[in-house]
């Protein structure tokens, strides 16, 4: 079955940027009514919806973080990534990647990623 | 501060029912469906109802979800140790062109 798996530094500067790339196995990124996206979770508290990608490449972001967010797709290596510009340590997290379901009935997140922590901090 | 307003805890004891309640505006829930998910201690969130009212076919029918307007409940009947874990409401906003989620309520089952 489709599983996804988040990976990349597990230390961040401040300031710096945060990269972390999401791998699909067991079926095909570009198959399917599906839109990628990335969601976040600081420990002991809720999930944040940082953003998301279609297969054609077209994204959404939220708006509180698009100033810095960069979402990507690549195709041929079955990856989405996520660029996060001038971190915090309120940017400290679990960062989940997660598939969308999107059709004209049902919209949900239907997989998700283990989580990858990213911890920013000098 | 989540756009979705939700208790921050809940509790039972076993076989009974409970409900969690979720808050929005016409701009989110009013306007579009809500999904809940569940999310056990260490665990990553998996999708519990959604479309309001649907449960994917390994969800037990102990769980089921209704919305009025712009506020969604989670009912959980029969309640069961295992499920003991944090559970959001999300949904679309369609004036931030966003997901949103609630701020996750803690249940605990004594």
């Given at each position: 079955?489709?599983?996804?798996q988040?990976?990349?530094p597990g230390l961040?500067?401040?300031?710096?940027?945060?990269s972390l790339t999401c791998t699909v196995?067991?079926?095909s990124i570009s198959s399917g009514n599906?839109?990628?996206s990335w969601i976040r979770q600081p420990a002991g508290k809720g999930l944040e919806w940082i953003g998301r990608i279609y297969t054609s490449g077209s994204t959404n972001y939220n708006p509180s973080l698009k100033s810095r967010v960069s979402i990507s797709i690549d195709t041929s290596k079955n990856q989405l990534s996520l660029k996060m510009s001038s971190v915090t340590a309120a940017d400290t997290a679990v960062?989940?990647?997660a598939r969308e379901v999107s059709t004209s009935v049902r919209r949900y997140f239907d997989l998700w990623g283990?989580?990858?922590l990213v911890t920013v901090s000098s | 501060q989540s756009v979705l307003t939700q208790p921050p805890s809940a509790s039972g004891t076993p076989g009974q029912r409970v409900t969690i309640s979720c808050s929005g505006s016409s701009s989110n829930i009013g306007g579009n469906t809500v999904k809940w998910y569940q999310q056990p201690p260490g665990t990553a969130p998996k999708l519990l109802i959604y479309s309001n009212n649907q449960r994917p076919s390994w969800v037990p029918d102990r769980f089921s979800g209704s919305k009025s307007g712009t506020s969604a409940s989670l009912a959980i009947s029969g309640l069961q140790s295992e499920d003991e874990a944090d559970y959001y409401?999300?949904?679309?906003?369609?004036s931030l062109n966003a997901w949103v989620f609630g701020g996750g309520t803690k249940l605990t089952v004594l």
């Open positions: 079955q489709v599983q996804l988040e990976w990349g961040v500067k401040p300031s710096q940027t945060l196995s067991g079926g599906y839109y990628w960062y989940y990647c283990r989580g990858t | 409401c999300s949904t679309w906003d369609d």
